[in-house]
């Protein structure tokens, strides 16, 4: 059996590691610390082995390329478990597996897989370490790739071992890269132990434990247990002229506009109103009811997984400025002056370069079907510390988190969404959330394009049976003295030819304003029978022209289409059985009357 020194005296952490160091035999096992010195001799290995590529010092400083496998870009859900011992407990929209057979098929996975390789071990706290709001876990690993991104993404350390004592409790995180084999890939989460374990992949959602698998999937479990919420939402602060800052918490699916939302710069039009915002995080929120009687929210991660596709100077300036240092690009083209380019980057594509696939590329390529070759994977990211970036909120490392005044879920929809509306009051909005349906991306391995159901953006990312997680959410808004208002946003509604009708991008703060005068009970709305829409002149459309009527197309409410999805949210219902809560049929009965008469 390896030996190994360890700077913890938690007995049941090194039980663990060394029953997990037997099973995949590495030949060592380092242990991170959270150090610089140390950050640099694992880069070193990395550029060595060829793992990650360095990126020109002057122009980029501390900054990498990765590729990941061809096949193994994008989180695979097909591929993602809960293993509880009740297969209801997962849930009709989990892939299940009984706890044993699926420690057992992976077993056989892990089996040896390190050896040859360092077992490395990141001790990682979700939250400010000593919050009341974090979790720690640790996460075993034989990918340097996943350290280095753990380093960012994460608080790592000494200073969580000794947040964690001789005896705390820790999410069990087992990843090991195997041999990158896609018929050999598992991500299995054990709420009731726990434990997490990941085999063959490296590419972030899939191997990143502390984010997806523990600070949803895991952390949505003991939010359950514990009376607190963990989703899929970024928190963003709107500071008024006069100081004063107002926090809002955003649900979108998967590359449908968080990261640009949370860091969202004022449009020119209003920069006279003399708002800023401050960014909390862009990806995930856990959220608790304090004594107030508000809820509060932290952003349990340290870093920006963000998608790069789309990223520019205006698009999203604030992630520009943030990502041009300490930052590991995965799947980007690489400049021959080693700098990197992405499908909608600044400036001109290069007239060469090395693609995502690490094969030369020059714009105009075709692939045998006549496809553009992309010089970036549409799902390829930067990995960047949040502490980058130039709008990061003061109270980021506040062990308190924020106060949320509006809850808003977003969703990507051609057609059908109004660009706003506003929920009937709080179990209203759990079923404006529960009902929610957006466009697959190519941040999942699927079809993109196609319409799903997608609940508070949570489809993926619940570690348990929905129909209780909408309990859950019902019950958190009896708890309240003060809940958030909850909204529902469309920023992609289209035209007959697919353009998209609203510009989004910072011109979304116009409708952030709008939801906070009705957070504030300073505007008026029209009643409709999905919920609130805005008059259109209650919109501040300073220096934003649009066509004629555009904006009241924005905001039609297509009855007939409603009543079409009427039949559809029935049946994404009828699978849950008893377990759904009946205050979803209610509220589908009563939409269902609106829509009849009004
Ligand atoms: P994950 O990191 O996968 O959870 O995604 P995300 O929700 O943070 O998505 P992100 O902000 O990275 O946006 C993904 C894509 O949506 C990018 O291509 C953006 O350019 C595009 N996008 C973001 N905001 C808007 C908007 O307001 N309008 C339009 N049309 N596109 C947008
Ligand atoms: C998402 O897909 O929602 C992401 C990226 O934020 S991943 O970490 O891969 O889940
Ligand atoms: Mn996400």
């Known amino acids: 059996m390896i030996s190994f020194e360890s700077p913890t005296n938690h007995k049941k952490l090194n039980d663990w590691i060394k029953q997990m160091a037997a099973l995949c035999q590495p030949d060592k096992i380092a242990w991170i610390d959270g150090s610089e010195h140390q950050k640099l001799i694992l880069e070193k290995e990395a550029l060595v082995s060829g793992e990650i590529i360095q990126l020109n010092p002057e122009k980029l400083p501390g900054c990498f390329l990765h590729r990941s496998r061809p096949d193994d870009v994008a989180r695979t859900e097909h591929l993602t478990f809960i293993c509880t011992r009740k297969k209801c407990d997962a849930g009709p929209n989990n892939n299940w597996m009984s706890p044993k057979n699926a420690y057992a098929k992976a077993r056989k996975y892990f089996k040896g897989a390190m050896q040859g390789r360092i077992m490395y071990v990141i001790p990682f706290s979700m939250g400010p370490v000593g919050s009341p709001f974090s979790k720690i876990g640790v996460e ?3 990918s340097i790739y996943v350290v280095l991104n753990m380093l960012i993404m994460t608080r790592v350390g000494s200073d969580v071992l000794k947040q964690l004592g001789p005896e705390g409790e820790f999410t069990r995180c087992l990843h090991s890269k195997s041999d990158l084999d896609i018929n050999k890939r598992l991500i299995l989460h054990f709420p009731e132990d726990n434990t997490i374990w990941s085999v063959g992949s490296g590419y972030g959602g899939n191997v990143l434990l502390g984010k997806k698998c523990m600070s949803l999937r895991i952390a949505g479990y003991l939010g359950r247990k514990e009376g607190w919420l963990a989703e899929h939402m970024l928190i963003m602060g709107i500071e008024e002229p006069n100081g004063h800052i107002e926090y809002i918490a955003g649900a979108f699916p998967s590359a449908c506009g968080k990261t640009n939302m949370a860091m969202l710069i004022p449009p020119q039009g209003l920069q006279k109103k003399g708002y800023r915002v401050w960014t909390v995080g862009d990806d995930i929120s856990w959220m608790r009811i304090d004594s107030d009687g508000w809820l509060w929210a ?6 920006f997984f963000g998608v790069a596709p789309g990223t520019n100077s205006k698009s999203n300036s604030n992630m520009v400025k943030t990502i041009q240092k300490n930052t590991i690009y995965t799947n980007v083209l690489l400049k021959p002056d080693k700098t990197v380019w992405w499908e909608g980057a600044d400036g001109e594509a290069p007239q060469q370069g090395i693609d995502w696939q690490g094969r030369l590329w020059k714009p105009g390529m075709k692939d045998e079907q006549g496809n553009a070759i992309k010089g970036a994977h549409p799902n390829s990211r930067f990995t960047t510390p949040i502490a980058n970036c130039p709008s990061a909120s003061f109270r980021l ?9 509006a809850i808003i879920f977003g969703a990507r929809r051609a057609h059908l969404a109004p660009l706003v509306y506003e929920s009937f009051n709080w179990q209203h909005g759990v079923f404006v959330a529960a009902t929610m349906a957006s466009e697959l991306t190519a941040a999942q391995v699927g079809k993109v394009g196609q319409v799903r159901r997608d609940p508070m953006a949570m489809l993926p990312f619940c570690g348990y049976n929905m129909a209780d997680y909408f309990r859950h959410w019902l019950r958190m808004g009896k708890g309240m003295m003060h809940p958030p208002r909850i909204f529902h946003v469309n920023w992609f509604r289209a035209d007959d030819k697919g353009n998209f009708l609203w510009p989004g991008y910072g011109e979304n703060l116009r409708v952030l304003e709008w939801i906070l005068d009705r957070c504030n009970n300073k505007v008026e709305a029209i009643k409709t029978p999905i919920g ?14 649009m066509q004629d009527g555009a904006l009241e197309k924005l905001l039609e409410i297509d009855r007939k289409a409603w009543v079409e999805e009427l039949k559809s949210i029935k049946e994404f219902f009828k699978q849950f059985g008893k377990a759904l809560p009946k205050e979803l049929w209610q509220e589908y009965e009563s939409l269902q009357e609106r829509l009849k008469s009004q």
Do not use: R
């Open 298 to 303: 932290i952003n349990p991660e340290a870093g």
């Open 532 to 545: 609130f829409v805005p008059n259109p002149l209650d919109v501040d459309m300073t220096g934003l022209s």
């Open 397 to 405: 490392e506040q062990h308190h988190g924020v106060p949320v005044s």
């Open 140 to 142: 075993l690993t034989d």
